[in-house]
């Protein structure tokens, strides 16, 4: 994996983020819209979410600002996966979902990602604000 563009990716969103709004976003809030570019812009967005920084021991930890961003990530994911199951080849819908996310292809993954970021929602064409 390579780890600096995925550092990159998830630094370069702090900035954009606290420039934007300087203070006015929690750290959890913070920690959610940099996964949501680190995922978006890995080369591998399948592995960064399950060996990475995403499924991992802080998951529902409200203490701590990377576990309550994967929690509401995983909580996103699961009703994303709800929602496009008809899209992904081989989920089986009467089996829990999650423990399959290895079916979304790369483009699917980065789609449900997308979807969930606030700056992609405010701004759909991707340009530069």
Not at 29 to 53: H, I, N, Q, T, W
Not at 97 to 103: A, E, G, N, S
Not at 107 to 113: H, K, N, V
Request: hydrophobic share 40%.
């Amino acid at each position: 994996m390579l780890r600096p563009a995925i550092i990159l990716a998830h630094e370069g969103r702090h900035l954009f983020d606290l420039k934007d709004k300087p203070g006015g976003y929690s750290g959890a809030e913070l920690e959610f819209r940099a996964k949501c570019s680190e995922v978006v812009f890995a080369p591998d967005p399948l592995l960064l979410v399950g060996v990475g920084d995403v499924f991992c021991p802080n998951i529902g930890r409200e203490d701590n600002s990377h576990g309550s961003a994967n929690t509401r990530v995983m909580k996103l994911l699961l009703d994303w996966m709800q929602s496009h199951g008809a899209e992904v080849a081989g989920l089986d819908s009467s089996r829990p979902l999650l423990p399959q996310f290895d079916k979304l292809t790369d483009d699917q993954m980065r789609a449900a990602f997308r979807s969930f970021d606030p700056r992609a929602k405010e701004n759909p064409s991707g340009a530069a604000k």
